[in-house]
C-alpha cells in the first residue's frame, strides 16, 4: 500500500472517461460538500491510477477514489488500506444539487379525507389525499393546484381541488405539498403518476433556486404503507425555534428531521412516544471513519399532524444514516409502516 500511496502522489494525469468520469466528480463533490471534515480542501485534483480515480485530501490526509463505479478510500495514519465503500451511485443519488424532483408521491387516502381536513382547504372532506414530497423546500407562492397533474391507470388526468403545504410548514419544512381532489379509485382505476406541470420554485434559502416544473414521480399504492423518504440534518438555529410540534431537550446536540412519505401513527391512532424513540436507529461516523449505532435521547416535532419527526441527539459525532424497522406505524389508511433505512443529507 505504501508503493500505491506514493504513486497517488506523483501520478498527475486526469482521467478521460466520460460518463464515468463525470459520475465520479459528482461522487467527489458530494462528498466534499456533506464530509468536509474528511475531504478538504474540496476540488481536490483528480489522479488517475491503475483504472483508480483518485483524489488526495491534503488536510485530513486521505485518499478517495472511484473504479468502474465503487468508492473507496484510505487513511495512511490508519494503516493505509483501500477500504471499500460501496457504489457511488447509493451515494450520489442522494444528492440532489440542481435536480429537483418529487421524491414520492403518496396515495394516503381514498374519498376519505376527514372532516377536520376542511381545515386546510375547504371542501377537502371525503375527498382524495395525496402527500407528495420534494427534493427541495419550496417558495409557498409558486405553489398552485394547477401546478400538479395526476394520472391515473386509464390515462385520464385531474388537478388536485387545491394543494397546501399544511400541515408540514413549520420553518425548513415546506417540502410536502399535500394534493386533494378526486384522483381516480383504488379498486378502480387509481393514480399511478403525479406531474408537475406548472412552475414550481425552490425557495433558494440555501442553493440555487430550482424548477419543479416537467419532473414527475410513480404514485405508491392506497394499500402500501409509509416509509422514511429523506432524512437531513438541522441546523440549530432552526430546530431550537419552538414550531407546531414539540421541541427537543435541553442539552440536544445535534437533530436530524426525518421525513415520511405521509403521516405516521401508532396503529391506536396515538402520537409516537418513548416506547418507539428506541425503534429508530441513527449510524454515526466519526472523523477517524469509525462507526456506531445510537438511538435518539429524544424524539421532538411530535403533535402536529405532519410527516416529519425530529431524531434527538446526545452526541455531536455526524449521523449518517437513520433507519426504522417495519410493522410499528400507521399511515391514515392503517397501513403499517414499511422497514426503512435512508442516508442523512448534511
Ligand atoms: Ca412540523
Ligand atoms: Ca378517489
Ligand atoms: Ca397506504
Ligand atoms: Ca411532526
Redesign the pocket.
Given at each position: 500500500m505504501r508503493v500505491v500511496l506514493f504513486f497517488f502522489c506523483i501520478t498527475a494525469s486526469v482521467a478521460g472517461y466520460s460518463q464515468i468520469l463525470e459520475d465520479s466528480n459528482r461522487f467527489f463533490r458530494w462528498a466534499e460538500t456533506n464530509y468536509p471534515q474528511f475531504f478538504s480542501p474540496a476540488g481536490a485534483k483528480n489522479v488517475d491510477y491503475q483504472g483508480y480515480l483518485v483524489r488526495y485530501y491534503e488536510d485530513t490526509n486521505i485518499y478517495l477514489a472511484t473504479r468502474d463505479g465503487v468508492a473507496y478510500y484510505s487513511r495512511p495514519d490508519q494503516g493505509g488500506g483501500i477500504i471499500y465503500l460501496g457504489s457511488i451511485y447509493f451515494f450520489i443519488s442522494e444528492d440532489e444539487e440542481g435536480s429537483a424532483r418529487p421524491l414520492s408521491a403518496f396515495f394516503g387516502l381514498?374519498?376519505n379525507m376527514p372532516f377536520a381536513a376542511n381545515a386546510l382547504c375547504f371542501g377537502a372532506s371525503g375527498?382524495?389525499g395525496m402527500p407528495v414530497v420534494l427534493s427541495h423546500t419550496v417558495n409557498p407562492d409558486t405553489l398552485q393546484a394547477e401546478d400538479f397533474r395526476v394520472v391515473r391507470q386509464s390515462g385520464a388526468t385531474s388537478t388536485p381541488f387545491c394543494v397546501t403545504l399544511r400541515p408540514a410548514n413549520d420553518i425548513d419544512e415546506n417540502r410536502t405539498a399535500l394534493l386533494i381532489g378526486?384522483?381516480?379509485?383504488?379498486n378502480n382505476d387509481?393514480?399511478v403518476k403525479v406531474l408537475i406541470v406548472g412552475d414550481l420554485l425552490s425557495d433558494a434559502n440555501n442553493s440555487p433556486q430550482v424548477n419543479f416544473r416537467d419532473t414527475q414521480v410513480s404514485v405508491i399504492p392506497l394499500n402500501a404503507g409509509p416509509e422514511i423518504i429523506l432524512a437531513a440534518t438541522v441546523p440549530e438555529d432552526i430546530w431550537s425555534l419552538s414550531g407546531q410540534g414539540t421541541s427537543c431537550p435541553i442539552g440536544t446536540k445535534q437533530v436530524v428531521r426525518v421525513t415520511w412519505t405521509g403521516g405516521v401513527r401508532l396503529p391506536n391512532g396515538d402520537e409516537l412516544g418513548e416506547a418507539q424513540r428506541p425503534l429508530y436507529k441513527v449510524s454515526l461516523t466519526a472523523a477517524d471513519g469509525s462507526q456506531s449505532e445510537v438511538s435518539p435521547a429524544a424524539l421532538a416535532e411530535l403533535g402536529d399532524n405532519d410527516n416529519n419527526h425530529f431524531l434527538c441527539l446526545d452526541t455531536i459525532t455526524p449521523a449518517t444514516s437513520v433507519a426504522f424497522p417495519a410493522g410499528h406505524l400507521v399511515d391514515p389508511n392503517g397501513d403499517l409502516n414499511e422497514n426503512s433505512k435512508v442516508v442523512v443529507r448534511r
Open positions: 381514498d374519498n375527498e382524495d378526486e384522483f381516480g379509485n383504488a387509481p393514480p
